[in-house]
Every structure is written in C-alpha cells, then in structure tokens.
T-cell receptor, first 111, second 116 residues
Framework: DAKTTQPTSMDCAEGRAANLPCNHS???????VYWYRQIHSQGPQYIIH???NNETNEMASLIITEDRKSSTLILPHATLRDTAVYYC????????????FGTGTRLQVTL | NAGVTQTPKFRVLKTGQSMTLLCAQD?????MYWYRQDPGMGLRLIHY???????AKGEVPDGYNVSRLKKQNFLLGLESAAPSQTSVYFC???????????????FGEGSRLTVL
C-alpha cells in the first residue's frame, strides 16, 4: 500500500471549514483513499473514502486531484467535537487488503 | 448492536507473564485486525485475519500470537510479556471492500496494557 504524507498539526476556528491535505504521490490505480479520525484515545472512526471522484457524506467531503497524487478532507463547519487526529490512508481492495496508519494530522478546533 | 468489544479494557502484567486479549464482533465481518498504538504514534498492525481459521502477520508481529477459531472472535496472545509491549491495543473488523461494501474498519474501544 502507498505511503501518505500529512502535516503534523493544524488549527481551525469553530464554524470555519477545516481543510486537511494529504499527499499520496505513489498511489496506484486500484488504491482508494480513506480517511479516519481518532478522538482522544478512542478507537479510530471511519469518515469517508474515494477512488478518483470527489465524495461527500454527512460528515465530510473528499476532494481528490485529477492525477490522484493528493487529496483534501473538508469538514465544512468545524466544531470543538471535531478536535482529533485525522489519518489519511491509501489501500488497495482485495482479499488481503489492510490499512496501515501513519501519525496523521492533529486538528485543534478553537473558539 | 455491541459492534466490536474488547476484553479486558485494562490490565497490568509483570515481565514474563502471559495473557490473552479477546475481541468479539457481532457484525458478521470476515476480516479482523489487531493494532497497537504507542504514545504519540499512529496505529501499527500486529496480525490480521481474513476468515475463520486463517491469520497473517502484520507490521509488528513479534512477541504476539493470534487465533481465529470462530468467525466472531479474534484472540491476541502474549506468551511472555515484555515492557516494550506496554501499549494500547485496538481490535477492528470489516467486510472485504468491493461492490457495495466500503471496507471500512470498525474499531473497539481499546485495551490498555502495562507491563512492569
């Protein structure tokens, strides 16, 4: 599975959009981009995933560049409860696929 | 639904002792995983299983053994605990991705192990 690069930390004001970038320049054609977050010391929580089209769900939007070498997770109206570590992961599908987590981006949402 | 349940949630061991962490899922998932997370670090995969009776090594398998005798359970064993195994252990389960399945992992709440 391809490696990802994320900033170590980011700040965002409550109510504003939080844009979390991720570089995955070695991604291959059958690899998806997944985003998870971990609030405090709880188990990680799935947010969204995509292959090449932009995706949106009730939690966030995922923008993937046309060359698929980077992506951005967007939390449209960040709240204090969105303070967490956000992990960007690329993985291939298949019978033996698994996720490898890096150190992620620590997002701090402030008043 | 209970989802993914880990027991015990906390445990203190002495060096050389053995123990087993139990993970149970009620979502009929084929895949199950064990991760460890050390302070300030991301999750590292220890072992995983793609089905009953099948296990495979992950990124950091040394010092651990696993078994998947039943589809809903995935056991992680430490035969001779070492201080370096002090960590938070997370179990997860998922469907295989593909088709209508997202392949997302569902995690347990974690088991905090301290080895003295």
């Amino acid at each position: 599975d391809a490696k990802t690069t994320q900033p170590t930390s980011m700040d965002c004001a409550e109510g504003r959009a939080a844009n979390l970038p991720c570089n995955h320049s070695t991604i291959s054609g059958n690899e998806y981009v997944y985003w998870y977050r971990q609030i405090h010391s709880q188990g990680p929580q799935y947010i969204i995933h995509g292959l090449k089209n932009n995706e949106t769900n009730e939690m966030a939007s995922l923008i993937i560049t046309e060359d698929r070498k980077s992506s951005t997770l967007i939390l449209p109206h960040a709240t204090l409860r969105d303070t967490a570590v956000y992990y960007c992961i690329v993985r291939s599908t298949g019978t033996a696929s698994k996720l490898t987590f890096g150190t992620g981006t620590r997002l701090q949402v402030t008043l | 639904n209970a989802g993914v349940t880990q027991t015990p949630k906390f445990r203190v061991l002495k060096t050389g002792q053995s123990m087993t962490l139990l993970c149970a899922q009620d979502m009929n998932h084929e895949y199950m995983y064990w991760y460890r997370q050390d302070p300030g670090m991301g999750l590292r995969l220890i072992h995983y299983s793609v089905g009953e009776g099948t296990t495979a090594k992950g990124e950091v398998p040394d010092g651990y053994n696993v078994s998947r005798l039943k589809k809903q359970n995935f056991l992680l064993g430490l035969e001779s605990a070492a201080p370096s195994q002090t960590s938070v252990y997370f179990c997860a389960s998922s469907y295989p991705s593909g088709g209508t399945k997202t392949g997302e992992l569902f995690f347990g709440e974690g088991s905090r192990l301290t080895v003295l």
